[in-house]
């Protein structure tokens, strides 16, 4: 089956950086994606990796390394904006969207 | 209209109801999804639209149907609703299924009682 791995909930500090891990097994790639999901709001696109590497978007980068089936978003400089919950999405051969279950991250002062 | 919108944004509705959620889009993307969302687990697909005029069956379309008749309207249509249809629903639009970003509307929080 596919699945996608990503821890459930992750505390760090404001103006600290924090690593979202997801490890994924699917049925073919097409791509990653990240969202970011505030409580009661929709998702919103935060980043697309295909390739392998880096990809750098102000204080959010995301990293790819498909030869392991892994990924990760990294936070810097956190705010307290940044409390939401971070979902990690494949985009598998049939070109369909498997998610995982979000990483709820908490920002403390 | 801007970007995509959901109606209504929530519902409480007693099992057996039918009910069609609806979904518009202005950015004329061609494909368009329906997702529910429940505690814990990840968003999964309920049915998607490639292009207008066809539709496909997602990860857990069983009870539900959908119709996309323009570029613009994908409603989805609970025939006779359960309990287990508690769920918050999001549709989603993206130019075409290819590695595009996916852009979603605000949800219908939907609670069948």
């Known amino acids: 089956g596919q699945n996608i791995d990503q821890p459930t909930e992750m505390t760090a500090t404001e103006g600290a950086i924090v690593q979202i891990n997801c490890t994924y097994q699917t049925s073919g790639f097409n791509g990653l994606f990240w969202y970011q999901q505030h409580a009661g709001e929709a998702p919103t696109f935060l980043s697309y990796n295909v390739l392998d590497g880096l990809e750098e978007k102000g204080r959010f980068s995301s990293f790819l390394r498909r030869s392991k089936g892994y990924s990760y978003l990294l936070l810097k400089e956190l705010q307290m904006k940044d409390s939401a919950s971070y979902l990690c999405?494949?985009?598998?051969?049939?070109?369909?969207?498997?998610w995982g279950a979000g990483t709820k991250l908490i920002i403390k002062p | 209209i801007a970007g995509i919108t959901q109606a209504p944004t929530s519902q409480i509705l007693a099992a057996g109801r039918r009910m069609t959620l609806r979904c518009t889009q202005d950015m004329r993307h061609n494909a368009m999804y329906w997702y529910r969302q429940d505690l814990g687990l990840g968003l999964r697909l309920i049915h998607y639209s490639n292009t207008a005029g066809t539709t496909g069956k997602g990860e857990v379309p069983d009870g539900y149907s959908v119709s996309r008749a323009n570029t613009d309207d994908f409603p989805l249509t609970l025939a006779s609703a359960v309990p287990s249809q508690t769920s918050v629903y999001f549709c989603a639009s993206s130019p075409n299924r290819e590695g595009n970003e996916q852009f979603f509307g605000p949800g219908t929080r939907l609670t069948v009682l």
């Open positions: 999405a494949v985009l598998d051969s049939n070109y369909q969207l498997i």
